[in-house]
């Protein structure tokens, strides 16, 4: 991966339509490596295998996909691209991915069936998807990583979870996650999040008046305001 900054670099083209191609990423060898960590750790849910337990070798694998977004930005060419396309390269279209295997763990774990208070995965994908964000907060700093591509994973790929999560989940996105928004992104990652679950503005959520939602959305919001209103806003 280190090798493949070049303009020429399959990983630096423009991503195909991902709705047309059932193979989808497979002819981008680094998509094996990250499919195969997804699918190691859906298989330890769903099995109740909590993996930093099986050896010590395996206890700090937090910034596993992090580590491939960190390089995956370094290696970013952005001359003559789009940066408001959905996925302007392939590197776009991977990292997409990164979270997306992100996003199944919370949803899995977040299942009756596999949730344990116990285990290591309250926090280890938290932690996760905390570190691959910062190293889009870094990418977007650099000119590479777009503000909507930045509101997108944190909506579809976190905060969605977040809104239907049991407690213990929502604790752990808010002190591993949400804390961590810079402040000039909180305004456009709210705005676009609180529109497209609620319908209200992030204007509205400010003033602790959300119109009209259910009394478990009013909880939830109510969560939320008073969370980044007391660790964000103020700090």
Known sequence: ?????????IYNQRHYNPRVREEEGFDLPVYYHIRFIGILYSTSIG??????????RYRSMHSIYSNMVSVMIDNLNVEGINLEDEYPTNYHWL???IFTFNDNWLSEFNEERNFSPESSYNNFITMSLSYCMTELYKGFDKGKISQQFITRMMYYHILYNYFQSRDKIKLAI?????????????????????DEKFAISYRVFVGGKYGLVSEAETEVLNRLHDFIEENITNR
């Open 95 to 97: 990292i997409s991915e």
């Open 47 to 56: 099995e109740k295998v909590d993996v930093s337990n099986l050896s010590n």
């Open 174 to 194: 808010e002190t591993d996650i949400i804390i961590e928004i810079p402040e000039v992104h909180l305004e456009p990652i709210f705005e676009f999040a609180l």
């Open 1 to 9: 991966m280190r090798n493949q900054h070049l303009k020429t670099s």
